[in-house]
């Protein structure tokens, strides 16, 4: 089955120090990966998507994530946290079903705490 | 540039009534979605379109659950008889033509049913 896995519940960091919030997949064919946050009652925001190419994809306010293709991986990371940073973060990946389909299909979502 | 909006942001409804969601994607975009999130859940998605054409169903999408986007604009979703596990964030989101992986997503209607 396609699915993702985001291994953490929740990540603390410092305002001010990296962090890193994982996010593993299981798709078959080219994966399509994506990430999102979403702040308290909202909806949820684009941040950056891998399609091909670099491995290093930067998106949104100082976000950047690495795909990892043999360790299956798409961590999300920014070199210096804020506490505007503090949300809920999901990844996703475009579900591939005999040919690509137009659904994404989520994590269970990070919820990151940065600590002023 | 206006992004996708939803209405109603708030609804609470008594088991057994029905209610009924639009969603305006973004201009000229032609793909919209239609996605369910529990709490403590990613969205889990429910149906597709693409213009005015229906192109996907999610087994989630019960008989109870229809969704329509007559003029290939804008889009309701309408869920009959409701249901105590009905209660959940609906978010819609759209796609252009250009980029039609990268999906953008509405604040979301939040369902409650007593």
């Known amino acids: 089955a396609q699915s993702v896995a985001q291994p953490e519940d929740q990540v603390n960091v410092a305002e001010g120090n990296p962090l890193t919030v994982k996010c593993t997949y299981s798709?078959?064919?080219?994966?399509?990966l994506f990430w999102y946050v979403q702040y308290p009652n909202r909806g949820l925001q684009f941040l950056l998507k891998?399609?091909?190419?670099?491995?290093l994809v930067k998106g949104s306010y100082g976000f950047e994530a690495e795909f990892n293709k043999s360790q299956t991986s798409f961590h999300l990371k920014k070199p210096s946290a804020l506490v505007s940073d503090s949300a809920l973060y999901f990844c996703?990946?475009?579900?591939?079903?005999?040919?690509?389909?137009?659904?994404?299909?989520f994590g269970t979502g990070t919820l990151l705490a940065v600590q002023p | 540039d206006t992004g996708v909006s939803q209405d109603p942001r708030h609804k609470i409804t008594k088991r057994g009534q029905n209610v009924t969601f639009r969603c305006d994607p973004i201009?000229?975009?032609?793909?919209l979605y239609w996605y369910r999130q529990t709490l403590g859940q990613g969205p889990e998605f429910l149906t597709y379109?693409?213009?005015?054409?229906?192109?996907?169903k999610s087994r989630l999408l019960s008989d109870r659950f229809s969704a329509e986007r007559p003029k290939g604009s804008f889009s309701t979703l309408e869920i009959q008889r409701t249901e105590q596990g009905d209660s959940a964030m609906y978010l819609c989101?759209?796609?252009?033509?250009?980029?039609?992986?990268?999906?953008?997503f509405g604040p979301g209607t939040r369902l409650l049913v007593l």
């Open positions: 379109f693409q213009n005015e054409a229906q192109l996907e």
């Open positions: 891998y399609i091909t190419g670099d491995n």
């Open positions: 201009s000229e975009h032609n793909r």
């Open positions: 798709v078959s064919g080219n994966p399509y």
């Open positions: 989101a759209s796609s252009s033509t250009g980029a039609p992986e990268t999906q953008y």
């Open positions: 996703a990946v475009r579900e591939y079903y005999g040919g690509a389909t137009n659904k994404l299909i």
